[in-house]
């Protein structure tokens, strides 16, 4: 495992698999300044690396993360406060922009900001003991993570507004029931099942994966028409990878396809 900035998130590889770590297990993850500033810089050196087919999140030790530091929040509100307020916009959009698709393991909690860090990532699997929810306006704001924009494009607004606004725990199976998550496990289980999941994306062509999510990540974005277009466009560039061709030959000489990225 090889840390990242300054040693509190950290970055482990398995052939094509790259398993980020919030690496604060003494605080139970718990997000500061420096920590969603090394796993920003973890998430952009995934992005750059054409070897890393797709990506974890995951929290080392017991728990998956507490949400933001209550420390730090605490000083942030002071009227001197010098915290940066872009670093965890900064860390959501390095996770949504990431080329690889992302698969979170929640593991025992993800409350308020750590709910929040879930949502830009394109998988989540979870433990069914985990406290997971947006907890804000019982401590006296809301949302404001991307909570109230990420939540409703993925599970619709009613159902955003219902999470948002009573601040209740949410059951692990009824999220799976309404496509929050996409499966729930055994608590110990959770970080082995994430990167299982991860395993199933690698056997797949990395380009048709950057491609597929550039091209479902737009569609929330732009009207219809825009959308094909942009699809279309995006299929023109796969039609000339070797990847592709490599695809359909492997389908006629019914053998497994060897992937490469090219």
């Known amino acids: 495992?090889?840390?990242?900035?300054?040693?509190?998130?950290?970055?482990?590889?398995?052939?094509?698999?790259?398993?980020?770590?919030?690496?604060?297990?003494?605080?139970?993850?718990?997000?500061?300044?420096?920590?969603?500033?090394?796993?920003?810089?973890?998430?952009?050196?995934?992005?750059?690396?054409?070897?890393?087919?797709?990506?974890?999140?995951?929290?080392?030790?017991?728990?998956?993360?507490?949400?933001?530091?209550l420390e730090m929040m605490r000083d942030r509100v002071e009227p001197d406060s010098e915290i940066d307020r872009d670093v965890f916009p900064d860390v959501?959009?390095?996770?949504?922009?990431?080329?690889?698709?992302?698969?979170?393991?929640?593991?025992?909690?993800?409350?308020?900001?750590?709910?929040?860090?879930?949502?830009?990532?394109?998988?989540?699997?979870?433990?069914?003991?985990?406290?997971?929810?947006?907890?804000?306006v019982k401590l006296g704001t809301f949302p404001h993570g991307g909570g109230t924009q990420r939540l409703p494009r993925l599970v619709g607004l009613s159902?955003?507004?219902?999470?948002?606004?009573?601040?209740?725990?949410?059951?692990?199976?009824?999220?799976?029931?309404?496509?929050?998550?996409?499966?729930v496990c055994e608590p110990d289980a959770v970080d082995e099942r994430a990167k299982a999941f991860a395993d199933r994306l690698c056997e797949n062509a990395p380009i048709g994966l950057r491609y597929g999510k550039r091209a479902l990540n737009a569609a929330f974005e732009t009207p219809l028409e825009t959308g094909l277009q942009y699809e279309r466009s995006l299929a023109h560039e796969v039609d000339d990878t070797r990847d592709y061709r490599e695809g359909f030959e492997a389908r006629l000489e019914d053998r497994e396809p060897t992937f490469r990225g090219e």
Not at 2 to 26: F, M, N
């Open 159 to 183: 159902k955003a507004k219902e999470i948002v606004l009573t601040g209740d725990w949410i059951d692990p199976q009824e999220a799976k029931g309404f496509g929050l998550v996409h499966e």
């Open 1 to 69: 495992m090889k840390q990242v900035g300054t040693g509190l998130a950290a970055i482990d590889r398995e052939e094509h698999r790259a398993d980020v770590y919030l690496s604060r297990p003494e605080k139970r993850n718990a997000m500061t300044v420096d920590l969603m500033r090394d796993l920003t810089e973890a998430f952009q050196r995934i992005d750059a690396d054409d070897d890393v087919w797709a990506a974890t999140l995951l929290g080392e030790g017991p728990v998956f993360c507490a949400g933001m530091d």
């Open 92 to 136: 959501l959009a390095a996770i949504e922009d990431a080329r690889q698709p992302v698969v979170a393991g929640i593991k025992r909690a993800a409350p308020a900001g750590a709910f929040e860090l879930t949502l830009p990532c394109d998988f989540r699997v979870i433990g069914r003991d985990a406290r997971y929810g947006l907890l804000e």
